[in-house]
């Protein structure tokens, strides 16, 4: 995951704002739908395919949903390729950051996952070097994998990881129901459901701390992954290459002798919800 290829042409660059400050993080802005259900121009979240939920907002008076859907139309609208669908939404901030990579992705989530799929909330910081994005230097990434039914409103803390060097100067904030469109592996599985408020980059120094004292072994493995962290651990949940469910344990070993070989993107959740995210692989 460290490069971001969104096949959206309707979305385009959504947002703009000055360094170190996401906008409407919480969703109160007032925001206009553009496809009834589907489609929302939300004030510092932009065009997306996303719906505002009044219901049962985390906080404040609404959230944002994403659902993925079967639309030939909107698949039109939008020059998708299938007419299998996720919700998407996006924010792109541009300017200099300061100690970028250093503070956490925080958001609060809940989900509906399909089986086969997976949801994501991702953010990267990068340098965009010149003007177009093929020559775009990755810096750090966070980012949170979700599968199965989680109805109750977590908060999570994600640290950034480090990719490259450069001067950050753009950060990219993205959600999508389905990982597996996203970067190009496959269609969006319908049903799937994605909840999100209070989007932020903030700071907390817990849950890198924790991250520090994690331990995942032996890392390659043929048959048996444990993980080890300074708290306990309520599950693991693992995701291939392609953005689909491979294996979940609430145990802190996992026997991945049946996957095939090649590298897995693991989220450990502790049973604070702290989460914390890496790769593992199969030989």
Not at 235 to 249: N, R, Y
Request: net charge negative.
């Amino acid at each position: 995951m460290k490069k971001i290829l969104l096949s959206f042409g309707f979305l385009g660059l959504i947002a703009s704002a000055s360094a170190q400050n996401v906008v409407n993080g919480n969703f109160e802005a007032t925001a206009t739908e553009l496809l009834p259900g589907i489609a929302t121009d939300c004030p510092g979240w932009g065009q997306g395919l996303y719906t505002m939920d009044i219901a049962a907002p985390f906080a404040g008076m609404q959230s944002a949903k994403l659902r993925s859907i079967v639309d030939a139309m909107v698949a039109g609208v939008i020059g998708s390729l299938s007419d299998s669908i996720p919700g998407l939404l996006q924010q792109e901030i541009n300017g200099s950051f300061t100690n970028a990579g250093s503070q956490p992705l925080m958001f609060t989530e809940k989900h509906v996952v399909v089986m086969g799929d997976t949801s994501v909330v991702f953010a990267q910081f990068s340098d965009t070097m010149g003007a177009g994005p093929n020559d775009d230097v990755v810096m750090f990434q966070a980012y949170g994998l979700y599968a199965g039914t989680s109805n109750t409103w977590t908060t999570v803390s994600i640290p950034f990881q480090q990719f490259g060097m450069g001067t950050a100067n753009r950060l990219t904030i993205i959600a999508c129901t389905s990982t597996a469109y996203l970067f190009g592996g496959g269609p969006a599985l319908p049903g799937t459901q994605l909840w999100l408020d209070n989007v932020s980059i903030g700071a907390t120094s817990s849950i890198t701390e924790l991250s520090t004292e994690i331990n995942v072994y032996p890392n390659p493995s043929s048959d048996i992954v444990n993980f080890e962290a300074s708290e306990a651990i309520s599950s693991v949940v693992l995701v291939g290459m392609d953005g689909k469910f491979a294996a979940s344990t609430t145990e802190s070993s996992m026997n991945i002798v049946s996957l095939p070989n090649g590298i897995y993107f693991y989220t450990l959740t502790t049973v604070s919800g702290q989460k914390l995210t890496g790769k593992v692989t199969k030989i």
